[in-house]
């Protein structure tokens, strides 16, 4: 076993041990922004079945070279905000998107889905900002428009 696999392996059994002690079952996202795709593959020899993205560049060609390994997790999650010019290449990797805030960027997914997949799992983030109005008063509006969104795609609320 390499240094390096040794390290991940170490790391990760402090994790789920820490988990363990807690009693709950989340489900583990690994993040490897920044990390190369061989250690995206130690860890998925090592039981990891969820990697997240955050740069779309990185998590393309990052799934592609795991792919090309026979390493790919079971799930890849494109986590932060995603640009609608940039859905239809995510569409193409990612199994589950987070944070999708607009009808619009739904269909672009749906567009650029290439592999077969059940459904869109994503989860839809609702938030509520004050706006100055022409008069200067200040109004609460909400954004984005969570029904329409969730029914446009298989959504769950962020923390359900």
């Not at 905000?81 to 995510?90: D, E, G, I, M, R």
Request: charged share 25%; net charge positive; hydrophobic share 40%.
């Amino acid at each position: 076993m390499s240094d390096r696999r040794a390290e991940l392996a170490q790391n990760l059994t402090a994790l789920r041990e820490r988990i363990a002690a807690t009693g709950a079952d989340p489900t583990v996202i690994v993040v490897t922004k920044f990390f190369p795709a061989s250690d995206v593959a130690s860890l998925v020899e090592l039981g990891v079945t969820d990697m997240g993205e955050n740069r779309d560049q990185e998590a393309s060609a990052k799934v592609a070279e795991l792919e090309e390994l026979g390493s790919r997790p079971e799930r890849v999650h494109f986590i932060g905000q995603l640009q609608t010019n940039k859905a239809a290449s995510v569409a193409a990797y990612a199994d589950v998107v987070h944070s999708v805030d607009r009808v619009k960027l739904v269909g672009a997914l749906e567009r650029g889905r290439v592999r077969p997949v059940a459904s869109w799992r994503c989860s839809c983030r609702s938030t509520s900002r004050s706006t100055a109005t022409a008069a200067g008063e200040r109004r609460r509006i909400s954004s984005p428009p969570w029904r329409s969104v969730s029914q446009a795609a298989t959504c769950s609320p962020c923390g359900a």
